[in-house]
């Protein structure tokens, strides 16, 4: 098993900056790949940024391209998201998720992922 746990959501205006942290702990050496999601109200769970725990390769929504910078570290079982430039339409609760599969590309699609997360409030106000 895999525990994951998000911070640092927060309320921020339009065009400032957050940073998204998760935490991985138990079996990490399992993880190929880790990705954030999010979720607005009445939305569905949609894929934002993924990064490969090995190589470190990184794919990123084209909503968030250029504005967001996913990383880890393997060291600290740590991916973090830097939010840039942010927009109302980013409000979301932002999940991390982690991956088992090693012969994937980084995965868009949420049923790929075998760990979450509890989520963490972004609010962007415009």
């Known amino acids: 098993q895999v525990q994951l746990v998000e911070s640092g959501g927060g309320l921020v205006q339009a065009g400032g900056s957050l940073r998204l942290s998760c935490v991985a702990s138990?079996?990490?050496?399992?993880?190929?790949?880790m990705g954030w999601f999010r979720q607005a109200p009445g939305k569905e769970r949609v894929f934002v940024a993924g990064?490969?725990?090995?190589?470190?390769?990184?794919y990123y929504a084209d909503s968030v391209k250029g504005r967001f910078t996913i990383s880890r570290d393997n060291a600290e079982n740590t991916v973090t998201l830097q939010m840039n430039s942010l927009k109302p339409e980013d409000a979301a609760v932002y999940y991390c998720?982690?991956?088992?599969?090693?012969?994937?590309?980084?995965?868009?699609?949420?049923?790929?992922?075998?760990?979450w997360g509890q989520g963490t409030q972004v609010t962007v106000s415009s």
């Open positions: 990064i490969r725990w090995g190589g470190g390769s990184t």
């Open positions: 998720a982690a991956d088992r599969a090693v012969f994937r590309r980084i995965a868009t699609d949420s049923n790929e992922y075998d760990y």
């Open positions: 138990g079996r990490t050496f399992s993880i190929a790949t």
